[in-house]
């Protein structure tokens, strides 16, 4: 391994001292002089015209200083993917409860309270529909029967299928005729929250030059100031938006959210106006995921050889395409050679709240399903789950689905780890009332890219500043900054994280798909390099030796065979300022990076009450290929976090939507079940460092991967306990033990007829 | 009706006037625009607003303001002494126990009014002790182990 000096060791991280001690500011935590506070009317209806709004006791309330409906904004749709199907507020017609209608600004928030309940919203309800698999199918009422009207129809089928998606490889009829073993299964998996424990909060201002001043609470600083701009119609140049400190995002926080509310409403008094949502609006207002249908079909020969697979994937999207359901052909053959497959993925649209991203949206879901599956062919074929998983696993040279060539990786190597540290295969000892069992799964991610851009400069005592666009949502900044110093042999404490903004650091992708350490880092990088290459032509000049003679590192630029012979990056910091090239910046600036997948192998050990059904799982062991440790402690704490956020989904967490009418049934953390501290069992983390091509010092993506493997592998592991595979999510104690009593009458049972009409028409 | 009340707030003496039905919470961050204590829930289900009253950990979004009336609390504001971070803040910076850092104060204070209560620190204890603070980045590990850390270096300092 090579020698490094500051990546590769346990940094704390550049923020920590902030937060410990409570300074670190939040959105919420803006307080302006003069400041008006933000609350928000929305719909009671989940599709009704809007007759009529009555805002006039609200605005006659003292204390009120504007109340906005969506009339008052330009008459524009946007989108948070490729379909522009959504206005900002309410314009005519709710399409899901708790769709915002009106907005009031008021002194207080109790004034701005009693002024939402002052309005007066008349509804005259239309047809909905709430169940995906009756929404996509010919009986149902559209939810937006102007859909082709929307810009970026093209991947529509019509009705209420919002978008479809299509991946196929060789022959798959004839696949399945080369194939012993057919398995035909469907999977279900539950509507989910992002769980950020910071709710959204937005403070909007505007500048006396009329220039909007947004402090958010967001992953994508860059993506909130061009929506802001398009549906305020304003030149994006008079927008600025600063992404403060943030609680939490997962992909919540990807896009526009509510910011244009406060942000008209300061326009209208010309006074900074503050929204933080309730936890209840944390539910009910961003975008959270809802239901998915996963049906699979799979071809094995007898020597345990998959040829081929059939999946149809239908994501309830509720009212807008908030996020594409990409996942259900990106990861319909999970981490497995499958020469013949035919994937279809659909988005549908529902009258319920839209969905969000969070965390590699869908690939959870998908991976439950596949992962599960490929347990439930290998217990068919009589081989060993593990043995199975390694003879049809990808190597290098393989096609991935996208059409990749798939690069070096380490999913060998992580399974070989997770082998050796669980000593699989395993058989655990049970008792009549506790069953125990052992399950594993493997994940699959890409290393995120995207437009990255970075900044160093070389201040006067020799300490760089680093200014990136990227939110720190994962301890990236810490990250940056030891890629920083590596590249130009500082220390970490010589090197400056700027606090930014949209107007001083130039654009770059949102905080997202496990990007910034990836891409980002890679932008650091050269830009490190771009600046030593400076210092090195200021020192060869100033020593009078050529460039190639010099080396830069210790915080100086010496002569190789005489360092003695050397200027410190102080002095060359200072001389620069007079110099020809003047003060030196090092810059970089990319669109995308190369392909470079990402594996991770999970497994679980699980015990079932036999009485209950309750599980709990004893023990959880990860392998996943990194790349490359920047920071092994944060990358540790990455894997854990996104593994027991999988635990979550696999045993506890579920937003529970009315049947009728789609509204959110329990939009409180009381009723919404994340792990505690008391749930969690230890999780160990074993780090695979196969270097990528193009990552920065070879590192890898890290934050999506484990959060994809925990329910199928706890799944598998109530399998190898009990004997029964339940194929909806969450695994709640109830579904396990009904399915331990042979009552498997899943609520959620679809039949594969069902999801076949799902089929293009 | 609006009515004037005192806190004692990290040792110093605070006054406000604030509605009958204001929770110390709102007062601590709307009047005294100390918000390094957060508001994850307002409902008393996240921990994120925990701070010590008269040495308790409790929500602060579920305490009304005037019941704290007279009353010390203990913000994460004041845990640290000039430069000097307390054991468990210094704990969870170099331990990895935070990543967004909403949840942090909560936790940190949830864990210093655990040591303070003089309960045996055993991990299952320092679990229960923050069972009720949700923190949805670290999966737990970290925090547990960095309170450890700071019960190792408490015993350590008074010996």
Not at chain 1, 124 to 153: M, N, W
Not at chain 1, 278 to 300: D, H, M, Q, S, W
Not at chain 1, 483 to 506: H, S, W
Not at chain 1, 509 to 537: C, F, H, T
Request: charged fraction near 20%.
């Amino acid at each position: 391994m090579a020698d490094f000096q500051t990546i590769g060791q346990n940094h704390i991280r550049v923020d920590a001292l902030d937060k410990v001690t409570g300074k670190a500011i939040y959105a919420g935590d803006v307080y302006l002089p003069g400041m008006l506070m933000c609350k928000l009317v929305v719909s009671t209806h989940s599709h009704a015209r809007i007759v009529s709004i009555d805002t006039s006791a609200a605005e006659e309330l003292p204390g009120v200083r504007a109340v906005i409906t969506g009339k008052d904004y330009p008459d524009a749709r946007f989108g948070s993917g490729a379909l522009k199907d959504r206005r900002v507020m309410a314009v005519d017609e709710v399409f899901y409860i708790g769709e915002p209608i009106a907005a009031v600004a008021a002194d207080d928030e109790i004034t701005a309270l009693e002024a939402v309940e002052l309005i007066k919203v008349q509804y005259q309800g239309i047809d909905k529909v709430v169940d995906p698999l009756e929404a996509i199918s010919t009986r149902s009422s559209d939810v937006h029967p102007d859909l082709e009207d929307f810009e970026g129809y093209g991947f529509a089928l019509g009705g209420n299928n919002c978008t479809m998606l299509d991946a196929d490889r060789g022959d798959v009829d004839q696949g399945f005729k080369d194939s012993d073993i057919i398995v035909e299964e469907t999977y279900h998996t539950q509507p989910i929250s992002q769980g950020f424990l910071e709710p959204m909060a937005c403070v909007a201002d505007v500048e006396a030059n009329g220039r909007l001043d947004i402090y958010a609470s967001t992953q994508g600083p860059y993506q909130v100031r061009s929506q802001l701009a398009s549906v305020l119609d304003m030149a994006i140049g008079n927008i600025k938006v600063t992404a403060m400190e943030m609680g939490g995002g997962f992909g919540a926080k990807l896009r526009l959210a509510f910011e244009a509310f406060p942000a008209l409403l300061a326009m209208k008094t010309g006074r900074p106006v503050k929204l933080v949502n309730t936890r209840e609006e944390a539910f009910t207002l961003n975008g959270p995921r809802l239901e998915t249908n996963i049906y699979l079909k799979t071809g094995v020969t007898k020597d345990g050889k998959i040829m081929a697979r059939e999946a149809r994937s239908i994501f309830d999207v509720g009212a807008y395409l908030g996020a594409g359901p990409n996942a259900g052909v990106g990861h319909g053959l999970g981490a497995y050679k499958i020469p013949n497959f035919k994937l279809r993925s659909y988005g549908v649209y529902t009258n319920k709240i839209y969905v969000g991203s969070y965390r590699a949206s869908g690939v959870a879901d998908m991976t439950f399903a596949t992962e599960s599956h490929t347990d439930v062919i290998a217990h068919k074929l009589g081989m060993d789950p593990f043995e199975f998983r390694l003879k049809n696993a990808l190597s290098e040279g393989d096609t991935a689905v996208n059409g990749s060539t798939i690069p070096e990786n380490g999913l060998m190597e992580t399974m070989a780890a997770l082998k050796e540290r669980m000593g699989l295969p395993k058989k655990l000892t049970s008792t009549p009332k506790e069953a125990r069992g052992i399950g594993i799964s493997v994940g699959e991610w890409r290393s995120g890219s995207g437009p990255s851009t970075a900044s160093i400069s070389v201040n006067e005592d020799g300490t760089v500043s680093l200014l990136t666009g990227s939110v720190d949502i994962s301890g990236s900044d810490t990250s940056l900054a030891q890629i920083a110093a590596e590249a130009l042999g500082l220390r970490l404490d010589q090197v400056v994280v700027a606090k930014r903004n949209t107007d001083m650091a130039p654009f770059t992708g949102p905080s997202g798909g496990s990007r910034i350490v990836y891409s980002q880092g890679r932008a650091v990088q050269n830009a490190a390099e771009d600046a030593k290459s400076k210092l090195l032509d200021l020192a060869a000049d100033r020593l009078g030796v050529p460039v190639e003679a010099l080396e830069c590192s210790g915080g100086s630029v010496y002569v190789q065979d005489n360092p003695p012979q050397s200027m410190d990056l102080g002095q060359l910091g200072r001389m620069s300022l007079s110099s020809r090239g003047g003060p030196i910046i090092g810059t970089s600036s990319l669109s995308s990076l190369p392909y470079a997948p990402v594996f991770n192998a999970q497994g679980a050990e699980v015990i079932v009450d036999k009485e209950t059904g309750q599980v709990r799982v004893t023990r959880f062991v990860q392998a996943q290929d990194i790349g490359r440790a920047i920071n092994p402690m944060g990358v540790e704490g990455q894997l854990e976090g996104g593994a027991v956020q999988g635990i979550g989904r696999a045993l506890s967490e579920e937003i529970l939507i009315h049947k009728e009418t789609g509204e959110v049934r329990n939009p409180s953390l009381a009723t919404y079940l994340m792990p505690l501290s008391v749930d969690m069992p230890e999780i160990e983390n074993i780090l695979i460092e196969i270097p990528s091509a193009d990552g920065p010092f070879g590192a890898r993506a890290v934050a999506e991967s484990p959060g994809f493997g925990p329910p199928a592998a706890i799944a598998n592991a109530i399998y190898d306990a009990v004997g029964v595979r339940v194929k909806t999510l969450p695994l709640s104690a109830e579904r396990v033990l009904a399915a331990i009593q042979g009552n498997d009458d899943d609520e959620y049972t679809v039949d594969a007829d069902e999801l076949r009409a799902a089929e293009e028409p | 009706m609006k009515k004037q009340l005192q806190i004692t707030v990290n040792g110093e003496l605070r006054q406000a006037l604030v509605e009958p039905f204001y929770s110390l919470l709102d007062t601590l961050r709307d009047e005294m625009h100390m918000t390094g204590t957060k508001k994850g829930c307002d409902e008393g289900d996240c921990g994120a607003c925990t701070v010590l009253l008269n040495g308790k950990p409790v929500c602060s979004c579920l305490v009304l303001a005037h019941s704290a009336h007279d009353g010390e609390v203990t913000t994460i504001e004041g845990l640290a002494v000039g430069q000097d971070l307390h054991p468990v803040q210094k704990a969870f910076a170099e331990y990895g126990g935070l990543q967004c850092g909403y949840c942090t104060p909560g936790i940190i204070l949830s864990a210093v009014g655990f040591l303070e209560s003089g309960e045996e620190p055993t991990e299952e204890n320092i679990k229960h002790a923050l069972g009720g603070n949700l923190c949805r980045c670290t999966g737990y590990s970290k925090v547990i182990e960095s309170v450890m850390v700071a019960v190792k270096a408490t015993e350590k300092a008074t010996g």
